[in-house]
């Protein structure tokens, strides 16, 4: 754990510091915009930051993902992206907002959550491609994981925000 970080739901007032960290997170600025599309068309579910000494450090946003099991819809989450300051990467930030996400969205009564990422720093966290590999999915592959914290479809048509399109 790191002595003093806070982390809390984001601000309006923190979304131009967020920008800077997702684009110097990523080396590009594509993530950053994915960001405030998400929160544009109404798509951003829960959006965290974390600060150390009053600066921002890191960033989690899960947006609503759509789950075509015909006939019906099921209302799952996306993990896209998570940032962390490059000079803290390494430090347990992205452990912090991912563990308090997880915590708040199952308060919540989420019970689905896909990321598409590195399997070997999400398995830590419990998101399985063996949970997702069932999915038809545009982003089907290795990286595609997911994790339950409950009753949830085993298979479907994943939909992603439209933001994800313009990757």
């Not at 405030?36 to 009053?54: P, S, W, Y």
Request: glycine share 10%; charged share 25%; hydrophobic share 45%.
């Amino acid at each position: 754990m790191i002595r003093g970080l806070v982390i809390r739901e984001a601000e309006s007032k923190d979304h131009l510091a967020i920008a800077k960290l997702v684009e110097a997170a990523f080396g590009r600025p594509a993530e950053a915009r994915l960001v405030e599309k998400l929160r544009e068309d109404g798509d951003m579910v829960l959006e965290l930051v974390a600060t150390n000494a009053g600066e921002l450090v890191g960033h989690i946003a899960f947006s609503r993902l759509d789950i075509a099991v015909e006939p019906d819809h099921f209302d799952a989450l996306a993990l896209a992206p998570m940032a962390v300051a490059p000079d803290r990467q390494g430090s347990g930030v992205g452990k912090s907002l991912l563990e308090n996400a997880h915590h708040m969205l199952e308060e919540r009564g989420e019970r689905l959550c896909v990321v598409l990422g590195d399997p070997a720093y999400y398995g830590r966290f419990g998101y399985t491609h063996d949970r997702a590999s069932k999915f038809e999915s545009d982003y089907q592959g290795p990286a595609l994981q997911a994790l339950a914290w409950g009753e949830a479809p085993q298979k479907g048509r994943l939909t992603h925000p439209g933001a994800f399109s313009e990757l």
